[in-house]
């Protein structure tokens, strides 16, 4: 390495040493030859020389000789200029190479591997022995090795889905520079600080204080994460995070999924300058909502830009029962009230008025509640059986004392109840008002806060047994029961031992209330995990949920690793080695376990406690300067060669053959080096022309053109396979741009919200289709669609771009369609979705065609829509696996698709000869004459 310059073969350097042996063999020259008059009589005489004397050259022939000769060994050397951008100094001494590959550096992990490979290609380069630590990994030992033989770790470090441990691995580094104190630091850093930070940075400061540490940093884009969603009321809210020091604006979108992983629902966000936090609002209905279990940042592909969300964030319907009397005058005091601003931040509530209690619960258990509330409601007459069975199905009965309960006698009850309650001044009494005292550490509210200022004057006092301790939740501080619970069958009955209002305690004015309802809530689930007494109500010991999907470091799903171990389902907490993001458990009982905490800040890391050099993310393009000494060194010899042919009269000679001839060879072999190559024309349209090809529209959203690209091809290889057809590789086509004549059939997948192409580039689309081609309009929202149906967000992208386009009466294919038998007989056209309708223009059908096996018509038709995703049911990999699984899991739905799509491409090259069908029983029967 000799600064920028790089030589790959610079032992050709040596053969510089011959320089003075050529200049010595270049002086010397034959001599010229010798003009003779041709006067007979001295013919003989000066023929024979008197002696042979060498010449010398001009000695700016030989110099240029000489250059000559030194570009060519140059040019063997193989010279490279500016092959890694290397920061702080560049001596023999070793490496040590400290890789963040924590969540922060996912979304740029290509441009960071690149730097890395390039600081090892220089290392290796330069015969320096390197050490590398991958900072979000378990601890390894540091050792130094060739930096060939780190060539393949390199290839295989991949980002992982939780921050970097830098404090882990201080002490490793801090050994390491004792026995190797010479040793020169690069950290490939991802600019996030971490709590483990100083005693890490304290390991590099020696080594700093001497000038050895190079810290790679990317300050023009800070990592972006999600944390905290909540299911408020109004929507969804998500924040957005990203470092604080950025001092520019900065705009994206935050995207929602099922668990199926299609898009229900987009929202954008905006930084202000220098803000560190923002917030995503996706407005949904609440039963959409409550499908969303991943929401991710677009185009920021990491595990800190995905939230995942599972059952106890859904935001479920509670019904209030009151069995107090209704005071009008004093609304706000009343159990309704408190209990309804308690849950309206995370429940959907629904209260009974004017009615009994009775009456009011079977209305609930109709509307298949999961959870009630009852205050203070004693007698339940005919519905208490009715509950029961709903409680052993899996619903969650939460009840508060009052007087009319503690003077019932009912079975829905945790515990055995004394006679007469506990009041202050009472028979059984204390001498000042309870505090709260503790929660179990097995019950829902382990981890909660103990407030200071809630008190208790009266209380329903649980008779003492045996597994009074294990069914208690909550205790005052002597030890008695607040919060008490039991599970029965597959649901739970939970019971506050004081009132839904103030009358009895100020619990419901704390915001420990709030969050006791919010756990209590959380327990109900469409099925308890399995094992496991509907989650956390059980009173054994915490319940564990295994893994069940994964996030890698760019946040897709994979297979969870073999270190991943299970959770505990109440307490999941943030991502880590042993418990990384993603789902845990059963698909009806999923927990979720994410990168960040829901308070989590993204702090820019502090770099001024290590004297560094700092460098960016960049690696400056090698240029190759062997081409260009090549090009040289042929001037020099075509020069060097004109200069000797007019040095021996050349010019003469010329002369004589004609001046304008030579000119014209020369003339031509100079042209002929200096012409530029011929430009290729655009080959596509050609291609197209002469090969039949599938094409679809590019959309400029990576993931939809992607499924369409491997969905074309998917379908290219089966009509191959299946038919006498064999198309071209498909093509991805911009109607403002490309030719669409060659194309028989295009695939036109909606991206909702994108706004329609300009006036010109529709009448161009439909001049297209009046001319004979196809498209095929495809939603890809049929699992959106609705039975009333309202129309979904990429249905209103479609009515947009088609009111553009002049488009003829449209109706569900019929039975008898052209497009049901072109070469295969379908009588549904599915996709990834089979529940959507597929529409084709519509054909008068005239009276003779009743008895047809197959309506006729004039043409094709210009357009196809659907919303059964096809694409997504065509798309293959490089191996030709299916890329997605389809709505119902079973194989022969994507089979049913792929001939979908081989009949939608015959009827777009055939039209509808089939329809000749009709003459099939007359033919028959002529036959059999």
Avoid: C
């Amino acid at each position: 390495m000799l600064g920028s310059l790089a030589l790959a073969s610079p032992w050709m350097l040596a053969a510089l040493a011959l320089l003075p042996a050529i200049w010595l063999l270049l002086r010397l020259v034959p001599p010229r030859p010798q003009r003779i008059d041709f006067p007979p009589l001295r013919l003989l005489y000066g023929l024979l020389p008197r002696g042979r004397v060498a010449a010398r050259s001009p000695w700016w022939l030989t110099a240029l000789r000489l250059i000559l000769a030194a570009l060519v060994i140059a040019m063997l050397a193989v010279p490279t200029l500016r092959p890694f951008n290397q920061a702080g100094p560049t001596r023999a001494a070793p490496l040590l190479f400290l890789v963040d590959n924590g969540w922060g550096s996912a979304a740029t992990w290509a441009k960071r591997q690149e730097v890395i490979q390039a600081a090892l290609a220089a290392a290796e380069q330069d015969r320096r022995p390197v050490a590398m630590a991958a900072l979000a990994e378990p601890l390894t030992d540091l050792s130094l090795s060739p930096a060939a033989s780190l060539g393949p770790r390199l290839a295989a470090l991949a980002p992982q889905p939780w921050q970097a441990n830098r404090g882990a691995y201080a002490p490793a580094i801090a050994s390491f520079l004792r026995t190797a104190p010479e040793t020169e630091i690069v950290w490939f850093s991802d600019g996030l600080a971490d709590d483990g930070d100083n005693a890490y940075l304290a390991a590099l400061s020696e080594a700093g204080k001497q000038g050895r540490v190079t810290i790679y940093r990317d300050d023009a884009r800070s990592s972006l994460a999600l944390a905290g969603a909540s299911n408020a009321p109004s929507g969804i809210s998500v924040r957005v995070l990203r470092m604080s020091k950025l001092d520019r604006t900065l705009s994206g979108t935050v995207r929602a999924l099922d668990l199926k992983n299609l898009p229900v629902g987009q929202a954008d966000f905006s930084f202000a300058r220098g803000a560190g936090e923002t917030t995503a609002q996706l407005d949904l209905p609440v039963d959409i909502r409550n499908d969303v279990a991943r929401l991710e940042i677009v185009g920021d592909a990491s595990a800190g830009a995905v939230q995942l969300l599972d059952r106890t964030w859904r935001r479920r319907m509670v019904g209030i029962v009151s069995g107090q009397d209704k005071d009008v005058s004093q609304p706000l005091l009343s159990a309704n009230y408190y209990l309804t601003r308690a849950l309206d931040p995370y429940a959907d509530v629904r209260t009974a008025e004017g009615t009994s209690p009775a009456e009011a619960i079977g209305r609930f258990l109709d509307d298949k509640l999961p959870v009630l509330m009852l205050a203070d409601v004693g007698n339940l007459g005919d519905a208490e059986a009715k509950l029961s069975a709903w409680i052993e199905n899996g619903g969650v009965l939460v009840r508060f004392a009052g007087s009319r309960l503690a003077a019932a006698e009912n079975t829905l009850l945790p515990v055995k109840l004394r006679q007469g309650g506990r009041t202050l001044g009472g028979t059984l009494s204390w001498e000042k008002p309870q505090k709260l005292g503790s929660f179990d550490a097995n019950s829902p509210f382990a981890g909660l806060a103990l407030p200071d200022d809630v008190s208790v004057k009266r209380q329903l006092l649980a008779e003492p047994d045996i597994d009074l301790p294990g069914r208690t939740w909550a205790a005052l501080a002597d030890g008695t029961p607040l919060v008490t619970a039991e599970k029965r069958g597959n649901g739970v009955i939970v019971l506050f031992h004081v009132t839904a209002d103030t009358t009895w305690s100020n619990l419901v004015l704390s915001g420990t209330f709030v969050e006791m309802l919010r756990k209590v809530v959380g327990l109900a689930r469409s099925a308890p995990v399995a094992g496991a007494p509907a989650t956390q109500a059980s009173t054994a010991a915490p319940v564990y949920a295994a893994p069940s999907r994964t996030l890698d470091g760019q946040g897709a799903f994979q297979v969870p690793p073999a270190t991943a171990q299970p959770v505990r389902v109440d307490q999941p907490g943030v991502g880590r080695p042993d418990h990384p993001p993603g789902f845990y458990g059963p698909p009806d009982g999923l927990v979720a376990v994410n990168a960040l905490a829901a308070n989590a800040v993204l702090k820019p890391l502090d770099y001024t406690a290590v004297n560094a050099s700092l460098a960016d993310y960049t690696v400056a393009k090698p240029i190759a300067l062997g081409p260009v000494l090549l090009l040289v060194a042929l001037a020099l010899l075509l020069a060097d060669a004109l200069i000797v042919f007019f040095m021996a009269g050349g010019w003469t000679r010329l002369a004589r053959t004609g001046v304008g001839s030579a000119a014209l060879v020369v003339l031509a072999l100079s042209l002929a080096l200096l012409a530029p190559p011929g430009a290729q024309a655009q080959n596509r349209p050609f291609d197209a022309a002469l090969k039949t090809r599938l094409a679809y529209v590019v959309t400029g959203d990576k993931e939809t053109d992607d499924t369409s690209l491997a969905g074309l091809k998917g379908l290219t290889a089966y009509i191959a396979e299946r038919t006498a057809l064999e198309p071209g590789p498909p093509d991805g086509i911009d109607p403002a741009k490309d030719e669409l004549a060659f194309y028989p059939l295009i695939y036109w997948p909606i991206v909702s919200g994108k706004e329609p192409p300009a006036a010109a580039v529709m009448a161009r689309i439909d001049a297209f289709m009046k001319s004979g081609g196809t498209i095929i309009f495809d939603t890809r929202d049929a699992v959106q669609q609705d039975a009333g149906g309202a129309a979904t967000p990429a249905g209103e992208t479609l009515k947009r771009l088609l009111s553009g386009l002049d488009i003829p009466e449209l109706e569900p294919i019929p039975a008898k369609h052209v497009l049901t038998k072109t070469f295969y007989l379908l009588d549904k056209f599915v996709g990834r979705y089979d529940n959507g309708e597929t529409w084709v223009q519509a054909t008068a059908p005239t009276s003779e065609d009743s008895d047809k096996p197959v309506l006729g018509g004039d043409g094709v038709s210009p357009l196809i829509i659907t919303s059964n995703d096809l694409a997504g049911a065509w798309a293959v990999d490089a191996q030709m696996n299916p890329l997605f699984p389809v709505s119902t899991g079973l194989e022969r739905q994507r089979e049913l698709a792929y001939r979908a799509g081989v009949n939608m491409v015959m009827y777009a090259l055939t039209g509808n000869y089939k329809a000749d069908q009709v003459h099939v029983q007359d033919l028959l029967e002529r036959l059999g004459r």
